[in-house]
C-alpha cells in the first residue's frame, strides 16, 4: 500500500530496506554501480558497522522495484541525499495510503521479523541484514508463538497460529 502511493523512488527504497534489511543511511548511499540485476546482487555499504560492506540478494519483487525507477542509471539510485530529504515524502505517501505511521525503521523490522517467522536462524538473519550479533536481532525482533501446541512442530504435525484459530 506504501510504494502504491509513493514515488517511484520512495516506493522502491521502502522495498529495499524491507527486502535487504538496510538501515535508511545504507540504502540511500547504493549507487547504481552497487547494483547488479542480471545476479540480483546489490552491494551495501554498512556505515553503522565501521564501512564494511555486505552483498544482498534482491528477491524479483526488488529487482522489478529498481527497474522501475525513471531516468538514467548513474549516482544515487534513490535519488535522495539524506535521509532527512525524504522526511516529507516519506509522511505524504502514508497520509495517501491510509495506513498507521511507518517508520524507516519498520522496513529493516519487517524483515528480522519476517525471517525470523519464517523460521530463519538469527544467525542468518544478522548476516543478511547487517546485525553484528545474532543475539541482538533474537533478543529484539524475535517474538513468542503463544499457541501451547506449537512443540507438534517438532514431530512434523501443522500448528495452526493463534491468528488462524476461529474462537
Known amino acids: ?31 547504481w554501480e552497487d547494483v547488479d540485476f542480471g545476479a ?7 556505515g553503522k558497522l565501521g564501512g564494511e560492506e555486505r552483498l544482498a540478494h534482491m528477491p ?8 522501475n525507477i525513471p ?23 502514508i497520509a495517501r495510503a491510509g495506513i498507521k505511521k511507518l517508520s524507516y525503521h519498520s522496513c529493516r523490522h519487517g524483515f ?20 553484528k550479533s545474532p543475539q541482538h536481532v533474537f533478543e529484539t525482533y524475535g517474538h ?8 507438534d512442530l517438532l514431530t512434523g504435525d501443522r500448528v495452526p497460529m493463534a491468528k488462524e484459530r476461529k474462537a
Request: aromatic share 8%.
Open 112 to 131: 528480522a521479523t519476517g525471517l525470523l517467522d519464517k523460521g530463519v536462524s538469527p544467525v542468518t538473519g544478522a548476516k543478511r541484514g547487517g546485525w
Open 40 to 46: 540480483r546482487r546489490v552491494v551495501i555499504r554498512q
Open 1 to 31: 500500500t506504501f510504494m502504491a502511493h509513493a514515488s517511484p523512488h520512495l516506493g522502491a527504497l521502502a522495498c529495499f530496506m524491507f527486502l535487504t534489511g538496510a538501515r535508511v543511511t545504507e540504502a540511500i548511499n547504493v549507487r
Open 71 to 93: 531516468g538514467e542509471r548513474r549516482g544515487l539510485v534513490f535519488e535522495f541525499k539524506s535521509r532527512g530529504n525524504c522526511k516529507t515524502q516519506w509522511a505524504g505517501a
Open 144 to 151: 513468542d508463538i503463544a499457541d501451547r501446541d506449537v512443540t
Open 60 to 67: 524479483p519483487e526488488l529487482v522489478a522495484a529498481l527497474a
